[in-house]
Every structure is written in structure tokens, then in C-alpha cells.
């Protein structure tokens, strides 16, 4: 009976212990337990996120058609000079509407201090077309027509009036608004669309829809907008040359605990390649011949220090303009850097007997002007702006990069002659390379 009794509580001790295994099993072990808001968090908790704003996310935010044009440069196919045959920028109005009546016409009719629509009102008198403002407009005119078509005598008052108006013949009804949209039919050659672009943000245009298949831009804007683009269109449309910048941004580290001894450019790349020296309040500007390029220049930079391109791109302004390069656009969100914008404006011409590229380069960050430099070039030197220190850009107390890391800047600019499609064989209309480069240069 004794050995029952013991046996019962052997079979009693293994089911109690399989059964603790068991419960160990069944509960997961952890060896950190984080409670956060009363809640545990462990690496099998499911995250929670807190609700955010309607808003559009910043990779989408960034998303640009247009960047990846403009933050590129291809160093092995680069033309200094290229011939473009001259072509019509057309500005279109769209949205207006239907047909004023070919039939009506109008006799001579005087008007003082009106508002645009009181005017019509009075024009229209026993016509059928009713006038109806879309939103109030205030402006007075004052004037006279003369007898003539009613599309003329309507297009006059309207823009005396600074207001747009948009025909439904279906409803008789004369719409105004002081707002009208617009499409501008482009050159075909990017950089002038470029130039085109950068000046139309210039005037500070932001609700630009640049479609770069069929080379169309639209815009939206009142009165002021409309003479505002007349005035770029036509001032682009008068010059014959555009200036434009293929660009490289370097920061550069130092392998010792010097800063770069740029004097060994001169025995290393040679004494006649590097024409001209300019001081700024920070850093220097060196004009140098075309020898000294990218490749050559980042081959001396790697002898002494690490070399890494933290931004690419171009721009382009027509000639006598002033337009600018956002680091920030072309770089990596992290670069100290982003807040650097290159400004430059520049004049081709006739420069003391001499055919040179006058340019003033500025670099500047939200915190004003940090250094400028006034450089008058040939076509086809290279600008290599040297000694500007990466701490200038450092927004914190204490960092990790080398108070002898500097920033530098290589510009080459290029010359877009724009000619009459007529004055010239098709053969000319390109790029210029060799003697038909050294052909037009000596002209």
C-alpha cells in the first residue's frame, strides 16, 4: 500500500511539474519591460502613432519634374558656347469663353468715373448679353469709344479697367474678374526655358505648371501678373545672349590636422592656368583656364584631403539678369549646407576692348551675405572659389567636422547665342567646338 501511495504521488509530481512547464511556456519571458503612458512596450507590441495634420508628406512635398534637369551636369559633353536659332514665346490667354457677336457693333460712347461693369451696362443697353461680375471690382474708368466692333470696344474698357471677362453665348452673359489664366508656348531649348522659369520665379510666381513634353508653362494672375510677364517675355525675347553656370560643390577634409595649402595648385596644374585671384570678405576666387576642370581639380584636392561632391547643378539667366543656384535644392536634406544659395548676375559683351563674361558671384544663407566676388572672364575659364570654412555653416556650439574643412565651389560658365533662324546656314545652329568655336569667338 506504501508503494501505491508513493507511486500516486510520483505520477502527482510530474503532472505538477509538466504542468509549470507548460505555464512557462505559455508566458512569454521578457527581459526589459518598457511602460510608456500606461502602456507596456516590448519588441512584440504593435507601434502606436500619434493622428497627424492633412497634410502633404515631405518626400512628396520635394517631388519636382524639373530638379532632376537642373541638379545634373554632364562634365564629359559640355559645350562652352552653342548657337540656338531665335523663336517666338507666344503668350496665349485661356478660359475666355466664347465669341463676342461678330454683328454687333456699337456707336461713339463716352464714359466717366464707372466701375467696368456700370460701363458694359450702359454699352449694352437694349442688347440681350447681360453683364455679370464673378467678383467685385471697384476700378473707375473713364474714356470714349468710338463707333466700331463690340469685341474692340469691350477688350478696351476691360483692360482699362484692369479685368478680364469671358463670354457664355448660351446664357447671354458677360462674366468679369479681375484674375485671367494664361499658357506661354516656350523655345525649345531648355536653357532658355530655364532662364524663362527662373525669371518668372524671380518676379516671385509660384503657381507655375511647367509641362516639359510639349515646352508649355501656365500661370494664373491679375492685371499686374499679366504686365509683369509681358515685360520678361519681352525682355528675354530682345537679347541675344544667355549666360548659364554648370556647377560642382565640394566639401573637403583635410587628411592632417593642416588646412589645404592651395599654393600647390600653381606647381601642380601650372602657373599660366590660373589667370586671376580674387579676394572676399571671405574666401577667394580663382579664374582659371579651361585645363583646370573638374577631374584635374579634384585630382590636386585628393593629394591632401578627402573630397566629397555634396551638390550638382545649373542655371541660367539671359544677358544683364541676376538669378541663383539652391544648394539646398540639389543636396541631401542633412548637408550643413542646404541653406546655401549661389546668386550670380552677369553681362556678355564688349569689356574694355575686350569679349569677356563680367559676372558678380554671391553666396549668401538665410543669415544674409556671407562672401562676393566681382570676376571678369574670358569664354571658357572656370571659376574655383576656394576657402570658405564648413563652420560657417554650423549651427551648433561644438561639432565634429575639422575646423579646416572648407567648402568649394567650381563654376564654368557657358555662352548661349541666340541668332535669327534666317541670318545663318542650319549647320551653324549648335554647339561650337574647334575652329568654328575659334571662328565665333574671334568675331
Not at 273 to 284: A, L, Q, T
Not at 306 to 325: C, D, E, H, K, T
Not at 326 to 344: H, V
Not at 351 to 370: C, H, M, P, Q, W
Amino acid at each position: 500500500m506504501e508503494r501505491i501511495k508513493n507511486k500516486i504521488c510520483l505520477i502527482c509530481a510530474l503532472f505538477g511539474l509538466v504542468a509549470c512547464q507548460n505555464q512557462q511556456n505559455a508566458i512569454p519571458q521578457y527581459e526589459t519591460i518598457t511602460v510608456v503612458d500606461n502602456l507596456v512596450i516590448d519588441e512584440n507590441s504593435v507601434p502606436i502613432f500619434p493622428k497627424k495634420a492633412a497634410l502633404t508628406t515631405d518626400t512628396a512635398q520635394r517631388f519636382s519634374v524639373e530638379l532632376p534637369k537642373r541638379c545634373k551636369v554632364d562634365w564629359n559633353n559640355q559645350s562652352i558656347v552653342s548657337v540656338v536659332p531665335e523663336e517666338k514665346i507666344e503668350v496665349v490667354r485661356l478660359n475666355t469663353g466664347d465669341a463676342l457677336p461678330a454683328d454687333l457693333q456699337v456707336s461713339d460712347y463716352e464714359f466717366k468715373k464707372l466701375t467696368v461693369k456700370q460701363a458694359l451696362d450702359n454699352l449694352l443697353t437694349g442688347t440681350d448679353i447681360a453683364v455679370v461680375e464673378d467678383e467685385s471690382l471697384f476700378e473707375k474708368i473713364s474714356g470714349s469709344i468710338s463707333s466700331g466692333a463690340l469685341t474692340d470696344a469691350v477688350d478696351l474698357m476691360t483692360k482699362m479697367g484692369r479685368a478680364y471677362y469671358t463670354y457664355d453665348a448660351a446664357n447671354g452673359e458677360l462674366h468679369l474678374t479681375h484674375r485671367g489664366k494664361w499658357m506661354i508656348k516656350m523655345p525649345k531649348d531648355q536653357t532658355i526655358i530655364m532662364a524663362l522659369v527662373d525669371a518668372m520665379h524671380g518676379a516671385d510666381m509660384r503657381n507655375l505648371l511647367v509641362n516639359w513634353q510639349d515646352k508649355t508653362l501656365v500661370f494664373e494672375g491679375d492685371y499686374q501678373t499679366e504686365r509683369e510677364v509681358s515685360r520678361i517675355i519681352a525682355d528675354i525675347s530682345s537679347k541675344k545672349y544667355m549666360i548659364a553656370w554648370d556647377i560642382d560643390v565640394y566639401r573637403v577634409y583635410p587628411r592632417t590636422d593642416n588646412p589645404i595649402v592651395w599654393m600647390n595648385m600653381l606647381p601642380a596644374l601650372g602657373e599660366n592656368n590660373v589667370k586671376m585671384s580674387i579676394s572676399g570678405v571671405v574666401g577667394r576666387a580663382l579664374v582659371v583656364s579651361p585645363e583646370i576642370n573638374t577631374k584635374t581639380l579634384q585630382e590636386f584636392l585628393y593629394q591632401q584631403s578627402n573630397v566629397v561632391l555634396i551638390s550638382q547643378g545649373q542655371f541660367a539667366i539671359p544677358n544683364g539678369w541676376q538669378s541663383r543656384f539652391d544648394i539646398g535644392q540639389c543636396t541631401k536634406e542633412e548637408r550643413l549646407e542646404t541653406d546655401l544659395i549661389i546668386g550670380a548676375t552677369a553681362k556678355y559683351g564688349d569689356f574694355g576692348g575686350y569679349d569677356k563674361i563680367d559676372a558678380k558671384i554671391v553666396l549668401r544663407t538665410s543669415n544674409g551675405e556671407l562672401s562676393s566676388f566681382t570676376i571678369p572672364s574670358s569664354v571658357g575659364d572656370n571659376y574655383v572659389i576656394i576657402g570658405i570654412p564648413t563652420h560657417s555653416f554650423v549651427t551648433t556650439p561644438e561639432t565634429l567636422i575639422s575646423p579646416f574643412a572648407e567648402l568649394v565651389v567650381f563654376m564654368s560658365p557657358r555662352i548661349v547665342s541666340i541668332v535669327d533662324a534666317g541670318a545663318k546656314p542650319t549647320e551653324y545652329v549648335g554647339d561650337l567646338t574647334g575652329d568654328a568655336l575659334r571662328e565665333f569667338l574671334s568675331d
